[in-house]
């Protein structure tokens, strides 16, 4: 199974860029979208956060190392009053490079120009982003709309648009690593297997191993959150279901639902 780690920009009191759009609610919708796509064909994916919590940018590389994700990208939106998309990619190009490239190629279908794909580099000549330069695996940066520009912001500030933008990254996703992407646009008919890791026996103790695991009303990222899990405690699962990609284990509480693959057996 391939394994794709969403870096979710900013959070908590790190707004991000902010104009006519906050940038860090933005990201976390496009970001959601992205997850939901790729997850529903039988992709493992990883968020940096589900919530509007703080971060720290090494956290987010260690844990799309530790994750040994197949293709990392971090969520981003613009500012400086430019107009369009762009995506950052390493100076070595190779896979990375080619993701971009993927990436834009969705975007572009959706109506927004492309500003093209781009690389910065540090006073030693390496990647200057930290999240293209320390990630073991080929990563990029999406910059989806300028937030301080009037007529680019408006091209995401409907849940649609931001899920539009989110799904386009999920399908240069898809192309890159080479998965057909049969349902054209429409959710998974069949739900993909789970994770391997996922486990999946009722009564069975689980390790959360994420800072944050929402927990939901009902087995479903569709369902409300009624809860967080902050502690990466070891819970029992009384049931599982498996919704939209995931597998769903019911928390021994009564507290609600929570997605297997953020655990491991305990
Ligand atoms: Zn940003």
């Avoid at 796509?37 to 090494?58: C, F, H, I, N, P």
């Avoid at 989806?144 to 091209?155: E, I, P, R």
């Amino acid at each position: 199974m391939s394994k794709v780690y969403i870096g979710v920009g900013h959070g908590g009191s790190d707004s991000g860029a902010a104009g006519y759009l906050i940038e860090k609610t933005v990201n976390l919708k496009m970001a959601q979208a992205c997850r939901d796509y790729l997850a529903a064909r039988g992709v493992e994916v990883l968020m940096s956060r589900t919530t509007d919590k703080d971060q720290v940018l090494t956290t987010r590389i260690r844990e799309c190392n530790q994750f040994d994700a197949d293709l990392a990208l971090d969520v981003h939106n613009n500012a400086g009053n430019g107009d369009g998309f762009e995506i950052f990619h390493s100076i070595v190009g190779g896979k990375g490079q080619v993701l971009a490239k993927n990436i834009e190629a969705e975007v572009v279908k959706l109506g927004q120009n492309s500003r093209g794909l781009k690389t910065r580099t540090n006073s030693s000549g390496s990647d200057y982003f930290g999240f293209i330069r320390q990630t073991q695996c080929p990563a990029v940066i999406c910059e989806g709309v300028f937030v301080d520009n009037k007529q680019d912001s408006a091209q995401a500030d409907t849940d649609a648009e931001c899920r539009a933008f989110g799904e386009a990254y999920a399908k240069g996703v898809l192309k890159t690593l080479g998965i057909e992407d049969t349902t054209g646009g429409a959710p998974a008919a069949k739900p993909t297997e789970p994770a391997a890791s996922a486990p999946s026996k009722t009564g069975s103790l689980v390790q959360v191993t994420t800072d944050a695991l929402n927990i939901r009303s009902g087995a479903g990222t569709s369902f409300q959150i009624t809860g967080v899990i902050r502690d990466r405690g070891t819970y029992t699962i009384v049931d599982t279901k498996k919704a939209g990609g995931y597998t769903w284990g019911k928390l021994k509480s009564g507290a609600g639902w929570i997605a297997l693959e953020y655990t491991k057996q305990a």
